[in-house]
């Protein structure tokens, strides 16, 4: 088998095409007819489902943002009865309200789906032994993998995150063959084996399913070397049910979305205006498939490109690039626009520094200042205050170059930047102290 979903994975453009436009009249009317919110939306913007006659339509329909389901915490977006409800996640959030995202008995089913298609294009097979240390709980990394590992017939060990040594312990004595966790755990995980004298590279260890958060090309090089595995990824947000929305296949050339649940758009942030294939902006999602919360364009922050190209495996669904940042944590530093994926990038590749690290903006007099603390290697700290600051002047340089900004960049002592369990908090914001 060469996909999970032969189907829906290699489908022809054109037959997708009419099965998306399907759905989506199919969703329009689902919404407009059951959620008084996009009633109102719809009708203020002067549409009616029937006005959606081909894909392209879709641009004519009002947009959902994160403020729209703050504003109708916790379930006005809801589209079917509670008894209908089978599951209810929620994500944090930084600030706020949380998210909250119902699913009813189908809607659970097609997110396994989606996730088992997610894992067997990582290549996880019937036979292998998943460990998942996504936080168990309203997070949907914990229950989304799960289902989707069951749905494939592996042997699942819930460990979820945190209690670190235990999970370097449960690799070795369940013979582990693969690991889902964040990216940033993955090498909290990698840093206690080593403590604990234990060569993940000699384990049965083989693949990991990384993804909750923006990481880079580097970090991924960078895990792959620590833990002896190949670093695959998942994207997904609570919105959108969660993980499974998008995946990377053997040629970790870009993320499949599974466009025959989620119709994905790219539009500039600012004007709103929906850009061409392999334009960078900001992604919107219509989910086509979900039955208690579906959304209707939704506003994700996060920023990418779309491209429609034939990909070596197979599959025909859309890509979508690597997330380079969200909207959000965009920087602007004495005008400059800077993601930290682009920091991430630079740190990177600088073989004396750890992949730990921390922005640190901060306000002098009426200027941004951006501060970045980045642990070396142990031997190169012992090497002693010159090599610290040759390296410190190095980074700089390097960040002056490429980004265009002043960052003063300060070398910390091994193992001082708190390690993560789940997201990293990779900036702090100190302009308001
Ligand atoms: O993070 C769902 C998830 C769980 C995805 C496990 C992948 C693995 P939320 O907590 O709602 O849901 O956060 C969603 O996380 O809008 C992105 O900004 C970010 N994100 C998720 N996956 C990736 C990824 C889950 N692979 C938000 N790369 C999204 C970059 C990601 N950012």
Redesign the pocket.
């Known amino acids: 088998m060469k996909h999970w979903d032969g189907k829906y994975e290699a489908m022809r453009l054109e037959e997708m095409e009419n099965y998306q436009l399907d759905s989506l009249q199919r969703t329009l009317r689902w919404a407009y007819e059951r959620v008084p919110y996009y009633k109102n939306k719809f009708e203020d913007a002067g549409v009616s489902p029937e006005d959606l006659v081909t894909l392209q339509d879709l641009a004519k329909f009002p947009f959902t943002n994160k403020a729209d389901l703050r504003d109708n915490y916790p379930f006005g977006l809801c589209a079917v009865p509670m008894h209908e409800v089978v599951r209810i996640h929620a994500?944090?959030?930084t600030t706020g309200k949380p998210?909250t995202?119902p699913y009813t008995r189908e809607d659970i089913d097609q997110w396994a789906e989606c996730m088992a298609r997610n894992l067997y294009a990582a290549g996880v097979r019937s036979s292998d032994i998943c460990q998942n240390a996504?936080g168990m709980g309203l997070?949907?990394?914990g229950l989304?993998?799960h289902q989707g590992a069951e749905n494939i017939g592996c042997a699942v060990i819930p460990a979820s995150s945190g209690m670190t040594e235990r999970q370097v312990l449960l690799m070795q004595d369940f013979g582990t063959t693969v690991l889902?966790c964040?990216?940033s755990y993955a090498l909290t995980i990698a840093e206690k084996a080593k403590d604990m004298g234990v060569d993940l590279r000699g384990l049965p260890l083989r693949v990991g399913?990384?993804?909750?958060?923006?990481?880079t090309a580097e970090m991924r090089e960078s895990i792959e070397e620590r833990l002896g595995i190949r670093a695959m990824?998942?994207?997904?947000?609570?919105?959108m049910g969660?993980?499974?929305?998008?995946f990377d296949c053997s040629e970790q050339n870009g993320?499949h979305i599974s466009e025959d649940h989620f119709i994905p758009e790219i539009i500039d942030p600012i004007t709103e205006e929906v850009l061409p294939l392999g334009a960078q902006g900001e992604?919107v999602f219509t989910s086509i498939r979900r039955q208690a919360m579906p959304l209707i364009r939704y506003r994700?922050?996060?920023i990418t490109t779309l491209r429609r190209e034939g990909c070596p495996c197979g599959r025909t669904l859309i890509k979508m690039d690597?997330?380079y940042g969200?909207s959000d944590d965009m920087l602007i530093i004495s005008g400059v626009n800077i993601f930290p994926s682009q920091i991430e990038s630079l740190l990177l590749d600088v073989p004396e520094v750890e992949p730990q690290y921390v922005i640190i903006l901060k306000k002098k007099g009426y200027l941004d200042t951006i501060n970045i603390d980045v642990e070396s290697r142990p031997d190169v700290y012992a090497a002693g205050k010159e090599k610290i600051s040759e390296i410190e002047e190095k980074l700089a340089s390097k960040i002056k170059g490429f980004i265009g900004v002043s960052a003063a960049v300060r070398i910390v002592p091994p193992k001082t930047i708190t390690r993560s369990e789940g997201?990293a908090k990779r900036v702090l914001d100190q302009r308001g102290m």
Do not use: H, M, N
């Not at 969660?242 to 998008?246: A, D, F, I, Y």
């Open positions: 994500s944090s959030g998210i995202g996504y997070f949907t990394g989304g993998f889902f964040t990216p399913i990384f993804g909750a958060e923006v990481w990824e998942a994207y997904g947000l609570t919105e969660g993980p499974g929305v998008s993320l992604l994700t922050r996060d690597k997330v969200r997201k």
